[in-house]
């Protein structure tokens, strides 16, 4: 059983919105994540209430919770990289392969911090071989 968390990442506010809706600006999660004050919980919690799903293979909230924190932080090659995952335990293959690729390439941009709680090289190394293996078991080509 999962500790209560604050509002908006509960789950019970976010089933309401299908994936799809919660992407488009001026839905009610996207309005949600888009007021979330940066510096409330970052993005380290929601990653940990959505591994925790992940560990249970509860796949659907993880990847909902992983939409909201990327629809937070947009430029998260972190928050890119983790919904990767999350789609690919979904069995959801092409957008594991677009998010893996997404979080490549905020990596090789350098435009932005990996992530909003750590930008060293060790994790930013870390986020890259997470990406390059989703991509190669996927069969994508990772070669940059």
């Given at each position: 059983?999962?500790?209560?968390?604050?509002?908006?990442?509960?789950?019970?506010?976010?089933?309401?919105?299908?994936?799809?809706?919660?992407?488009?600006?001026?839905?009610?999660?996207?309005?949600?994540?888009?007021?979330?004050?940066?510096r409330?919980?970052?993005?380290?919690?929601?990653?940990?209430?959505?591994q925790?799903?992940?560990?249970?293979?509860?796949?659907?909230?993880?990847?909902?919770?992983f939409?909201?924190?990327?629809?937070?932080?947009?430029?998260?090659?972190?928050?890119?990289?983790?919904?990767?995952?999350?789609?690919?335990?979904d069995?959801?293959?092409?957008?594991?392969?677009?998010?893996?690729?997404?979080?490549?390439?905020?990596?090789?941009?350098?435009?932005?911090?990996?992530?909003?709680?750590?930008?060293?090289?060790?994790?930013?190394?870390?986020?890259?071989?997470?990406?390059?293996?989703?991509?190669?078991?996927?069969?994508?080509?990772?070669?940059?």
């Amino acid at each position: 059983m999962h500790q209560p968390i604050p509002w908006p990442l509960q789950r019970s506010s976010m089933k309401f919105a299908r994936p799809a809706e919660s992407k488009k600006p001026g839905s009610n999660c996207w309005e949600r994540a888009r007021k979330i004050p940066k510096r409330s919980c970052g993005q380290r919690l929601p990653s940990i209430i959505a591994q925790d799903h992940l560990r249970e293979g509860e796949t659907k909230p993880a990847v909902e919770i992983f939409e909201l924190n990327l629809l937070a932080y947009p430029d998260s090659a972190d928050a890119e990289g983790s919904l990767a995952d999350a789609y690919l335990a979904d069995g959801q293959k092409d957008l594991a392969r677009q998010h893996a690729e997404r979080a490549l390439a905020l990596l090789d941009s350098h435009g932005a911090p990996a992530s909003s709680w750590t930008d060293t090289g060790e994790y930013r190394g870390e986020i890259r071989r997470d990406a390059e293996k989703i991509l190669k078991e996927l069969g994508a080509n990772t070669t940059n």
